[in-house]
């Protein structure tokens, strides 16, 4: 069974940064995309950002030139540096997976999230 970790969430002022990371543990036969998501209070979850085993990465547009999502394959984790936080950046943060497990079965697998609150 596959587990992520999300760590690196705080109390920032606006404009400043942070960096998530999200650890994973356990066995899967592949990892594929992996991405952030966030969730506001009274909000849907929505995609911040993904990145698929090849490097190739997707922005949500209210996040494009302001984070950046990494990933290390060998470690099968991924983070996510946040500059130029804003007040509306608040929300709850989550580490997505979508792994083919050992039976060969897609699954997605979600952290617990982390708290990301941006105020002055």
């Known amino acids: 069974q596959v587990r992520l970790a999300e760590s690196g969430g705080g109390l920032v002022q606006p404009g400043g940064s942070l960096r998530l990371s999200c650890a994973s543990s356990?066995?899967?036969?592949?990892?594929?995309?992996m991405g952030w998501y966030r969730q506001a209070p009274g909000k849907q979850r929505e995609l911040v950002a993904d990145?698929?085993?090849?490097?190739?990465?997707h922005y949500a547009d209210f996040v494009k030139g302001r984070f950046t999502i990494s990933r290390d394959n060998a470690k099968n984790t991924i983070s996510l540096q946040m500059d130029r936080l804003k007040p509306e950046d608040t929300a709850v943060y989550y580490c997505?997976?979508?792994?083919?497990?050992?039976?060969?079965?897609?699954?997605?697998?979600w952290g617990q999230g982390t708290q990301v609150t941006i105020s002055s």
């Open positions: 356990g066995i899967a036969y592949s990892f594929n995309t």
């Open positions: 997505n997976a979508r792994i083919e497990t050992l039976s060969r079965h897609e699954s997605d697998c």
């Open positions: 990145i698929d085993s090849g490097g190739k990465t």
